[in-house]
């Protein structure tokens, strides 16, 4: 229970810490003006992360096209540290400005925003993951396969409850988790193989919070699932 206690401590601390910067900036007089004209908005904050995620796709099946041996990673680590750090920073602050500017925004921006930063997140990081996963060794193998098997079942989830119920919105764990996965691919970027315990653990503390946060949205579909057959059950029974 205290380890508990102690990691939602940290976890809001970290929280707190990050919308700090992320508040202060996008309240600056030069970003509202952009958000007023339209020209700056969540959304293509996101959809910069999607264009930057698929540029690093491009690259990595260009260079194993052209028979490039896997130490390009290396020689080009400092390229994808640069397209990591910029799309890790848009979507520390996307959630910010969308909260900030829901005014000007719309809600059904919002919304759409919600699902696009999801879809960001895995489209961002599962490609770098994959690019690395055949110099890892079999323990690293069964980590990177246990943390894109949760990303699997939580975008499964996610496109479930937005079909049958309503979408599940982010929370605070699934922050954390991408945070920490950031984090483990900025060591694996930049040092491997000499990184790869910072990574390891980095990557366990990532995935555990990754699964905490699937446990606490499965039981929201559960529970708006039930509240769905009530409500049906309940309109059936008016009608007969």
Known sequence: M???????????LAERKRSCWANWLVRKDWVKKQVETGWLTPNRLTFVR???????????????????????????????FLTLLIA??????????????AGLIGSADALKGVNLDRHADKLLTLPIL????????????????????????????????KKMVRPIASNRLGKAKMALLCFALFFLVLGF????????????????LGLASLASNVR????????????????????A
């Open 2 to 12: 205290k380890l508990d206690k102690l990691a939602f401590w940290l976890i809001d």
């Open 50 to 80: 999607f264009g930057l995620s698929l540029m690093l796709i491009g690259f990595f099946l260009s260079q194993l096209w052209n028979g490039s041996r896997m130490d390009f990673l290396y020689r080009t680590r400092f390229f994808i």
């Open 88 to 101: 890790a920073a848009t979507d520390a602050l996307d959630g910010p400005m969308a909260r900030e500017y």
């Open 130 to 161: 994959a690019a690395y996963f055949p110099l890892f060794d079999l323990w690293t193998k069964i980590l990177v396969s246990f943390t894109i098997g949760g990303d699997i079942l939580a975008t499964l989830l996610a496109i479930l409850a």
């Open 193 to 208: 193989p000499q990184t790869l315990k910072p990574f390891q653990f980095t990557l366990v503390a990532s995935s555990t």
């Open 220 to 239: 929201i579909f559960i529970r708006r699932m039930s509240a769905r057959k009530e409500l049906n059950a309940g309109s059936r029974a008016d009608a």
